[in-house]
Structure formats: C-alpha cells, structure tokens
C-alpha cells in the first residue's frame, strides 16, 4: 500500500504523486486516469529498485490534512 496525493495541476490535468517514491509522479485527463496511471508508475518504480538490487522504501501511511 503507497500513499498518493492527488491534486488538480495547472495544466487541467490532474497530477498523482507518491511521496515515499520519490519522483514517482504521474498525471491523468481525469483523476480516474490519473490513478490509474500512478499506480502502474508506481509499480514499475518497485520493479527497478528490485531489479537493481536497491532497497524498496516503507510508506508509513501517516498523512494529515490540515485547511489553512
């Protein structure tokens, strides 16, 4: 399980990044597409660091949302 965050990008896409990845950002037309596109970002990510013997980063899924 990855935490992603999901925002509108300035260009009307939206965009999807993982933050315990880092540079593993993807966008979409729709957010649909947007998640779907980072999940295969993200899995592909992985595959790399395994495949070059490097370690595979923990997401420890502590996130808070906070409206300033």
């Not at 990845?21 to 295969?40: D, F, V």
């Amino acid at each position: 399980m990855r935490q992603v965050l999901i925002y509108h990008g300035e260009d009307g896409y939206w965009v999807a990044e993982c933050p315990s990845l880092p540079g593993c950002i993807s966008q979409g037309k729709t957010r649909t597409e947007a998640l779907t596109n980072i999940k295969e970002a993200i899995d592909l990510y992985i595959e790399v660091l395994v495949a070059d013997n490097l370690p595979v980063p923990e997401d420890n899924l502590d996130a808070l949302l906070m409206a300033v």
